[in-house]
């Protein structure tokens, strides 16, 4: 009888992580994981001990630090530091340990600042990066060129992903330092409690931003994952082997707000305080090469974040901040 494939989730605490071990729990497959306390990725010797112990077969790389623009404005050398020392570590005793698949996941700020819209695969590396986050995206782009590294010189099948702007259960709900639907999620649900008549929300609405449900992202992450060698080397190089993934549609921030407003049920005023920056006018990723690959996200906006403000309404207590 043939073995279960063991496969080791790097992270499986995260938002992204839980979501995958979601999708993995249908599998036909031993799942592994280890907390940050039983394995700290960071540590050379730990992660070359654990693979030579654990005999894994297949890795989910989904820890990394994260956080907003004011984190990594205010610890980049932590940023690069930790995200680089955790792809270098696991993914260098993945191969020493023979374990010939791997996904890699990063982000979208690998792309350059000024990237013509939707973002393409072949954008990597043609411009200039968002200054504020710069440290970790050169972190996520080295992940990349790791991955494609050992593909090269040793043969090895270890592909990478990167997803758009996510949301969803496990998200970070901090009052200051989570992203737009967490924070917008968290003010209207407050207001609504207090019966304010009005949410104020920075810049003018008109932004536009794409956004994929994390199950959605952990539906395409295990799509990828099980793609035949022979199918996924077609659609992509050995030099140019990263994967967008996203919805291939964006929507403003002001509809994205309107939307909030009919999830939580806020009855009070909506507007825009055009004084405030907006930042980039738009953020939308090209998932052509995903699409041709046979996978496309199946969770709606609304009803993607009538399930996210589900989890925060039940896990109040859990939700960071």
Not at 93 to 108: E, I, N, P, Y
Not at 142 to 170: F, W
Not at 247 to 266: H, K, N
Request: proline share 5%.
């Amino acid at each position: 009888m043939q073995q279960r494939p063991r496969v080791f989730v790097a992270g499986h605490r995260g938002m992204v992580g839980t979501a995958i071990v979601r999708q993995l729990e249908q599998q036909p497959i031993e799942l592994i994981t280890r907390t940050h306390a039983e394995l700290d990725l960071i540590n050379q010797a730990d992660v070359e001990a654990f693979f030579a112990a654990e005999r894994i077969d297949q890795v989910y790389l989904a820890s990394a630090k994260v956080g907003g623009i004011h984190a990594n404005n205010t610890f980049p050398a932590e940023f690069i530091y930790q995200n680089l020392m955790i792809e270098a570590n696991v993914i260098q005793a993945a191969h020493r340990h023979g374990v010939d698949k791997l996904l890699f996941l990063g982000s979208s700020c690998i792309y350059p600042r000024d990237v013509p819209q939707p973002m393409r695969e072949d954008a990597l590396l043609t411009g200039v990066l968002e200054s504020s986050n710069e440290p970790y995206a050169v972190a996520k782009i080295a992940g990349i060129k790791l991955c494609e590294s050992y593909n090269r010189q040793y043969g090895r099948d270890y592909r990478s992903v990167m997803p758009t702007n996510l949301y969803g259960p496990h998200d970070n709900y901090h009052p200051e330092n989570s992203h737009v639907i967490p924070a917008l999620l968290r003010r209207f649900h407050e207001a609504t409690q207090r019966g304010d008549e009005e949410v104020v929300i920075w810049g003018s609405g008109n932004p536009m931003r794409e956004f994929l449900h994390v199950d959605d992202m952990a539906a395409a992450s295990v799509h990828v994952m099980n793609l035949d060698r022979v199918t996924y080397d077609a659609h992509t190089s050995p030099m140019l082997s990263h994967i967008n993934v996203g919805t291939g549609v964006d929507c403003t921030i002001r509809e994205l707000a309107q939307t909030l407003v009919r999830v939580t049920e806020y009855t009070g005023r909506l507007s825009f305080d055009s004084s405030k920056p907006d930042g980039t006018p738009r953020k939308l990723m090209d998932v052509s090469r995903l699409t041709s690959l046979g996978w496309a996200a199946r969770i709606s906006l609304e009803d993607g974040l009538r399930d996210a403000y589900q989890w925060f309404v039940d896990n109040q207590q859990h939700a960071r901040g």
